[in-house]
Nanobody
Framework: QVQLVESGGGSVQAGGSLRLSCAVS????????MGWFRQAPGKERERVAT????????SYVDSVKGRFTISQDNTKNTVYLQMNSLMPEDTAMYYC????????????????????WGQGTQVTVSS
């Protein structure tokens, strides 16, 4: 099993920044793809960013490119999502997820391909 625990969410004004953290524990050696997803009320869960941990390749949804950055700290078994220039439309519950995928699938980041999920952390951006 792989356990994922998110933290770092909160309420900010538009233009502000937040850094989300995802602490990974358990048999995380079985996974090689980490992702951040979000779900707003009444909407489907969507990919925000994914990272193929064996090499560091990353992929982002168009709406966050240039504003969000996914990264990892292997010494802390933690994955981060740095979010800058936040906008009200970024308001959602943010989830960390993990999977064992080939690089191409990791970059595409389909929700149903990720088997391990955290409990989520709320991000609220006010205008």
């Amino acid at each position: 099993q792989v356990q994922l625990v998110e933290s770092g969410g909160g309420s900010v004004q538009a233009g502000g920044s937040l850094r989300l953290s995802c602490a990974v524990s358990g048999h995380f050696g079985r996974t090689n793809c980490m992702g951040w997803f979000r779900q707003a009320p009444g909407k489907e869960r969507e990919r925000v960013a994914t990272m193929f941990t064996s090499g560091g390749s990353t992929s982002y949804v168009d709406s966050v490119k240039g504003r969000f950055t996914i990264s990892q700290d292997n010494t802390k078994n933690t994955v981060y999502l740095q979010m800058n220039s936040l906008m009200p439309e970024d308001t959602a519950m943010y989830y960390c997820a993990a999977a064992a995928l080939v690089p191409g699938s990791c970059m595409r980041g389909y929700v149903n391909m990720f088997g391990y999920w955290g409990q989520g952390t709320q991000v609220t951006v006010s205008s």
